[in-house]
């Protein structure tokens, strides 16, 4: 567990450069900074898409924290899961589609209950008119998969 200096030295340097934040958040490989980064609201506000006028996406739609939680997931820890989990649920309304691409490859590593409660949401996303844009279906297919094979057919069915 990092102490409570080592968390605000990091939040002190990430909020120097976004290359810090990139750098930080691609080599940490730490669950225990999950709860810590959480309390210090390092995972609210993702980047929302930004359109250019003319159909073309800013590029600001790059979110380190989400390819972090996404390996955070794999760990074999369901309270680690659990915690990834949350934080995806809090921040879920994001119209940033590579995001909820991080997302649904979180929930694949997730157990069947966890992951059931993102597609639940995704779910909800996609009927609110989001678009895929060619960053989800696959994974969608897998996480469909996922759940009917792994006795959540009825969440399966809503998210398909």
């Not at 080592?6 to 450069?17: D, T």
């Not at 309390?39 to 924290?65: A, C, N, T």
């Not at 074999?76 to 949350?86: E, I």
Request: aromatic share 8%; charged share 25%; glycine share 6%.
């Amino acid at each position: 567990m990092p102490s409570p200096q080592q968390v605000q030295r990091a939040i002190e340097l990430l909020g120097r450069r976004s290359a810090n934040c990139s750098y930080f958040f691609g080599r940490l490989d730490d669950p225990t900074w999950i709860q810590p980064l959480s309390e210090e609201r390092m995972f609210k506000d993702p980047p929302d898409l930004v359109s250019d006028g003319e159909g073309y996406i800013r590029p600001s739609h790059i979110w380190p924290q989400a390819d972090y939680l996404k390996r955070m997931a794999k760990k074999p820890d369901t309270s680690v899961q659990k915690q990834v989990l949350n934080i995806m649920l809090e921040i879920g309304g994001t119209n940033n589609y590579f995001i909820h691409a991080d997302f649904v490859e979180a929930a694949l590593e997730m157990p069947a209950d966890l992951a059931a409660q993102w597609a639940e949401q995704e779910a909800r996303w996609l009927r609110g008119g989001n678009q895929m844009h060619g960053f989800l279906e696959k994974n969608l297919g897998k996480l469909i998969s996922k759940l009917a094979k792994e006795g959540k057919p009825d969440v399966a069915l809503r998210l398909a």
